[in-house]
């Protein structure tokens, strides 16, 4: 499975953007982890791709929405309010099916990787 994030972008604080990440084929769950340099990945959202069950980083919540087109394999990233803080390169990972189910906020949970889009906040 291939995936391919796009939308990123320069925008200022308090704007918003939002982020699609494409799956070639079908998944279990789809995550968004971002990445500063010199940082460890971070995890933002997640989204169950049968079910639609989101789940976010305690940093975004309230601000970053989580959602998918299961019939077009696409996942959206809503990112609103945005701030500096949330300046990074974001990617897409995704879930093998029929795995069990376990801790989609843990990198080591997904079996692909997209590449990323870089999303900067200026203040």
């Known amino acids: 499975v291939q995936l391919q994030a796009s939308g990123g972008g320069l925008v200022q604080a308090g704007g918003s953007l939002r982020l699609s990440c494409v799956t070639s084929g079908r998944t279990q769950v789809v995550g968004w982890f971002r990445q500063v340099p010199g940082k460890e990945r971070e995890f933002v959202a997640s989204?169950?791709?049968?079910?639609?069950?989101?789940a976010y980083a305690d940093s975004v919540k309230g601000r970053f929405t989580i959602s998918r087109n299961f019939a077009n394999n696409t996942i959206f990233l809503q990112m609103n309010s945005l701030k500096p803080e949330d300046t990074a390169v974001y990617c897409c990972?995704?879930?093998?099916?029929?795995?069990?189910?376990?801790?989609?906020?843990?990198?080591?949970?997904?079996?692909?990787w997209g590449q990323g889009t870089k999303v900067t906040v200026s203040s």
């Open positions: 990972a995704a879930r093998r099916l029929f795995r069990p189910m376990g801790t989609p906020s843990r990198k080591e949970y997904y079996d692909y």
């Open positions: 989204v169950t791709m049968s079910a639609g069950s989101t």
